[in-house]
């Protein structure tokens, strides 16, 4: 009963915040609906540009605004001249009747030319035409221009024309739109310079003595200053400054005070809207120390009004400005949030696609209803084999009606055997020709009609054998493709991982050396597939990565870690980007040694090694069938074939699966090749071999040589075989011996080769692969007395432990030093 009385005190508290929450955000729909939506922003802008002048009698900002209403929310533009204006006959008639000869003069050119489509140059021209027309008028009716007339009134045109350009960039920014963008530099830009002046309207509107202009300037410097930093700040000062002392020259020393407050709140960000506050009062006594003091207590009440709107505005106005500013931490979450989506669909479009080329290839398979069909349908060839037979020879036959009505079962059952044993082209058996000598009066007559029937029966179920083939065979290479597309999905959704302990323990090491980290993002800590990235400060980078971080990641995760990847700024100081991952466990040293046959110099045999998707090696040797240029091709096609399938991810075993089925699809003539395939996983050292149509390979231990064998035919002469895997575990120092034919079947007066090759590769005393794969292959010609009957190729790879140049020396435990 006590504890719910505490809960009872909370739920009104929450019903609050959430009744404020909901009150906050029907308030900022309604005033986005007003402003936005009903185009009240464009009216008020257009009314303070209307009364904006600078230099005494430049107004160029009315005239550079309604040009771009026209372009950007023409159905805007009669509302908007009407606040144009309303503002302008405020500031004075003189002001008013010009820019309603400016708008006139706009209006009739831009239906003049209506149908010309090139912007870029019409709509400044026709401003710059707007602005200098009545201002020539309207000064020669008063009085002769002078020289400084005709400076004004050029000026004011050519400023009109660069300001539209700017406003172009800058109200489609505070238009009502259904997605977001981030804004480039030039376009943050454009957005101060319109700011600026628009509050150029408010020049003489005070309140207590406190100019508006002067607070709203001395507030949006706060404002962007905290948001955007120093950067920012200075710009917006300098900008904002210059425009409002061009429209009233009293204010010339305010774009000192600006500049220097944005800049120095820009560099007091850290402290928050204090810091910023902080700012913009001290360099409102610095500026103001050189002016009257009497401007010095005007300007003191301008800054802590500003200061006031400042802490009046909510935290949520400034996330959302600083999203579209780069730099900003909100900027980069929401460039992190799209990426996140972009990989989201992405990788959704990609797991698509693989649930199609999974459910194709389910498809393809076999099924428990297809093996049913498939017993009714040899039932049916049957039947329409005997039918076949029958309608040849038992049709005329007196002996029809005892064979098949009286005794059906029985003739069908005799001749079904014989059909089974005459298939392939085989002859029956004694017996069973005997007893249906016995049973038939026309039995030899019936036996060559089977015959002769029989080899059309052999053809078709020779092709539905292939059509099945070929259906699994398919159904196995769309489920690789599609276990390929799975994994790359998963790859794309890669996601920072919560590992806290070990954040903390690696931050911690770190520091204690002297590394401050800026960022840190771990992936995945699985052994053998560690994924850590960092961004670290260094003053001049001397490869700190691979001589200290790493071997601290190294004695922390207790693995080999190593770097994958690292990206040096170019600057002192400046961030640098550095990946981290799993150091492979072994390393592969290999060494070959080939010969053509007779000496010559192109051999049909073709080798590679190669690295293999995540930790995987692979060599191997393909013999094309005879010797020469063709020999040569067809072997480096099975090569290529393979190196390309594999680098996929496609499974080893479907892969030579795909290369069988290309290489006999591909020609019709009687080309084939070997292929000796052997794949060694680097953070365990199991090595999986493949043999079609190859010799042996071996493994040397110290003074123990084992042998690896298997019997499948070479690729290219069936559509279909199975495919024997051999694998074994290879450890530390062990080395891996593959030959092609050449060497294997060389030795000819040699009784065992197996035993032969043995015995010479335990006899080699040298730890080098290459130095082991040049005497084999002497070995192997010495016994031809120097002849080289065939094409020859000995591929050696040696395991040894992988030990990075900068290993792990332990500093720590727990994450505390020693």
Known sequence: ?????????????????????????????????????????FYIVGFLLGRAVIL????????????????VHKKRAAKVVLAILAGAFTYSIHQG?????????????????????????????????????????????????????????????????????????SIPLISPRKYKRTLKNEEIVCVIILIASILTGTIGWEIYGASLEQVFSRYFVLLLSFVG????????GV???????LANVANLYQMSLLAFSGLLGGLLKEGKKIGVSVGLLVGTFLVGIYGDASALTASIIESFTAIVLFFSTPASWFNRIARYIPGTEEYSNEQEQYLQKVRNVTAKRVVQFSNVFEALSKSFQTTESDAMQAELSARKETDYFLSQVTERTCQKCFMKERCWQKQFDQTYSIMESLKDSMTDGNEPGHKLVREFGNYCVKSTKVMEAMKEEMSFFDANQKLKKQVTESKRLVADQLQGVSEVMDDFAKEILKEREQHEQQETEIVSALKSMGIYLEKIDIYQLEKGDVDIEMTVQFEEYRGEGAKLIAPVLSDILSEMIIVKEEEISPYPNGPCFLSFGSAKEYVIETGVSHAAKGGGLVSGDSYTTMEIGEGKYALAISDGMGNGKRAREESEETLRLLQQILQTGIPEKVAIKSINSILTLRTTDEMFATLDLAVINLHNAAVRCLKIGSTPSFIKRGEKIKTIESGNLPMGIIREFDVDIVGEQLKAGDFLIMMSDGIFEAPKHIENTDIWLKRK?????????????????????????????????VLVAKVEKNTPKWATIPQYTHGEAL
């Open 56 to 71: 005494s009698v430049v107004s160029p900002f009315a005239v550079a605004l309604l040009a771009t209403i026209w372009v």
């Open 761 to 793: 590769i335990r006899e080699m005393k040298t730890n080098e692969p290459q130095e082991i794969a040049d005497l084999l292959l002497e070995e192997v010609i010495r016994t031809k007395s120097g002849a080289i009957e065939d094409d020859m190729t």
């Open 1 to 41: 009963m006590m504890n719910s009385v505490p809960e009872l005190k909370k739920k009104p508290f929450a019903m609050e915040r959430s009744l404020s929450s909901k009150l906050r955000k029907w308030m900022y729909m309604q005033l986005k609906a007003v402003l936005l939506e009903r185009g009240w922003l």
């Open 229 to 236: 930093g120093a950067a920012i700040g200075s710009t917006v």
């Open 97 to 169: 009747i010009f820019l309603g000869l400016a708008i006139v003069v706009y209006l009739f050119l831009a239906k003049l030319f209506q149908n010309v489509n090139n912007n870029q140059v019409k709509i400044p021209l026709f401003v710059f035409l707007s602005t200098l027309a009545p201002r020539l008028f309207l000064y020669s009716v008063n009085r002769p221009l002078s020289s400084y007339d005709w400076m004004l009134i050029l000026v004011e045109g050519v400023l009109g024309a660069v300001l539209v350009l700017i406003f172009m960039q």
């Open 239 to 245: 900008v904002t400054g210059l425009i409002l002392s």
